[in-house]
DNA sequence: AACGTTTCCGGTAACGTTACCGAAATCTTT
DNA sequence: AAAGATTTCGGTAACGTTACCGGAAACGTT
């Protein structure tokens, strides 16, 4: 491995010079810059990050914590995040913590000592060692999600979309073509963003005096299966359901999937509606009216707020929500007068 | 930002000692040590990385170049390679590519400043300076593909699955199952490992004495249309085909697409098989007959392989070929005697 | 030709850590 | 208690780079 020495050494020139013509640096003469990144091609020099992270205290490095980078939503993140910054020459370290908060806590104390720069992050829990461990960082950061009420103090930044409204206009939609009876089958009680889908579900209903009470809620599991199970025991206990919100596309198309084995016409017995749009959702078997969340944009949109955050000198802190959007595809229909 | 000065300060002890003490080193008695902890705890300190790599002349990162992380299958390869990293305390640096050789170039010289230890990729065509730069990293590298004949003498490990062999098994079962007349739609010439599924398809047809020429093979493009256009082109060609090869599921699944609009029945009329099962593969609307690729397999034994390679002296290179499945689903199904 | 400016370059210190060597402190043996 | 053996620690150099300062060289002015 070649160092600035070595370039220095076979120029008769000092490694100050050097390192002002590699850096693009005033005091240097035009003819010896060339001299210089000449000799540097020639012997194969490259720079060492490590040793310019050292003296200069910045890393060009940015870390990128998220639950399961096989999970598209992810993914397409990832694949933002890493346009934008690849563009100014800084590197990404990810890591997938399947909000474990252990392998977190992991994750974030090797980021510390990697002195990353910047982090993006979709953690599960805001847990007080977690985001000592955060605050330790001493560097921006940008979540993947709100804030809660308890964590507005928290000097970070957010981005997401509104899943409230979202949810809100999607069974505004599904009441504004004729239904009464409006099914919901969620994943879990701990995840925010189901959370803050099912108050719109819960408040749009009741903003129309639409009957709601627990019988029309399941909250069955995550993926394709548990969309059927779910939507079963939602037919079990509220045969009358005409539309069915669930709180994502697996769960609907699941929930797709058992009701074409059980002979249910889709739309014109039961209007299936989710919340995503993943690539699959617009096959034409499954035809998914759904809520399409601006994926990747999260990514670019996260990464040049950081991008920002690392430049300025004294960022405030910004809470970005993105706007969704309600594709409209077969799985749902107008409430027929004789169901 | 506290150094392992300020906790020798704190506790009246040399830089050497605390050193001693944060890497397990013998030479040091344990109650000292125990302090040290319990200072660096107090203290918040945490080791700087880049300060460490620098003298150690080990940087413990990997890099991870892959063609888009929104693949599914580069995303549970990445998975798996991150499993087995994140237990050994490397991080991993990530970026796509898009098979786009200045990208790669581009993201090749920038792990050669961090002074990475090892890399797996896989890269489009492995140019001549795309290999300079490799070798100019002098890491051990795994590559996720096989070499091709005028590449057997570079010095890297790989892995894969054996795409030849496995698309001549499922062509020998769709011969099994009756059909004579097969056809074949794939992508791009210029993919690799799609080439060496044609060969597998066309070897396979010749050994049984089947027909086989230009006109049961359509080259249409990437992704669900094309796999439209392309069952399309080759009924057009050759109406009597009875069984379709797709070179991958998503063109397989928009073959399945097509069949349905225009009114064909699978399996009875036509069956359809593809490769590599992707999840959505298994819906029952699709229930493709596919090739199983182990995908996250492919990530975890890659990584273990560079572990290997790191940990051992002097590595010879390996080329690791793992096994594939044939998943028999609905789409296909015996030849019918009066079609 | 002497002076002041500007341009260009070299030397040294520093970043935070580990490697290495030598010396102090402690323990063992006689 | 003195000698040696062992344990424990400190000081210094080094990793490869940039920051900073001072000075040499080149230029322009009178």
């Known amino acids: 491995m070649r160092t600035i020495k070595d370039v220095a050494h076979e120029l008769g020139l000092s490694v100050s010079t050097v390192s002002r013509a590699l850096n693009d640096k005033p005091d240097i003469k035009k003819e010896t810059r060339e001299k210089v990144l ?77 002195k990353i720069d910047g982090l993006i ?69 701990d995840v925010n963003e189901e959370e803050e889908r099912l108050n719109g579900f819960s408040d749009c209903l009741r903003d129309h005096s639409l009957e709601h009470s627990v019988d029309n809620v399941v909250i069955s599991g995550t993926g394709i299966k548990h969309g059927g199970t779910g939507i079963q025991r939602l037919m079990e206990k509220k045969p009358k359901i005409t539309a069915v919100f669930a709180a994502n596309d697996l769960l609907a198309i699941g929930a797709l999937e058992w009701l074409a084995k059980n002979n249910y016409r889709v739309p014109e017995e039961v209007s299936v509606i989710g919340f995503e749009d993943l690539e699959i959702s617009s096959l034409h078997w499954i035809n998914l009216t759904t809520v399409k969340l601006p994926r990747k944009k999260i990514g670019t949109q996260s990464a040049e707020m950081l991008m920002h955050m690392l430049s300025s000198e004294n960022f405030e802190k910004k809470e970005v929500e993105l706007d969704t959007q309600l594709i409209i595809r077969k799985s749902s229909g107008n409430k027929q007068i004789n169901s």
Chains 1, 2 share one sequence.
């Not at 012997?43 to 990128?64: E, V």
């Not at 690849?86 to 510390?112: A, H, M, R, W």
């Not at 999607?170 to 089958?185: D, K, P, T, W």
């Open 121 to 189: 992050m979709k953690p599960g829990k805001l847990d007080a060692e977690l985001m000592s461990l955060v605050e330790r960082l001493e560097v921006p950061v940008v979540l993947l999600r709100k804030l809660d009420e308890n964590e507005k103090h928290l000097n970070i930044s957010t981005i997401d979309v509104d899943h409230y409204m979202a949810a809100y206009k999607a069974v505004e939609y599904l009441i504004n073509i004729g239904h009464q009876n409006i099914g919901f089958i969620g994943m879990s009680k």
């Open 38 to 114: 000449e000799a540097m091609k020639r012997l194969n020099y490259s720079p060492n990050a490590n040793a310019r992270s050292l003296i200069q205290k910045k890393s060009n490095m940015i870390g990128l914590m998220l639950s399961d980078i096989t999970d598209p939503f992810f993914s397409e993140v990832a694949l933002g995040v890493e346009d934008v910054f690849s563009k100014v020459g800084y590197q990404i370290i990810y890591g997938n913590t399947f909000l474990d908060l252990d392998k977190e806590k992991q994750f974030l104390s090797n980021l510390l000592e990697r």
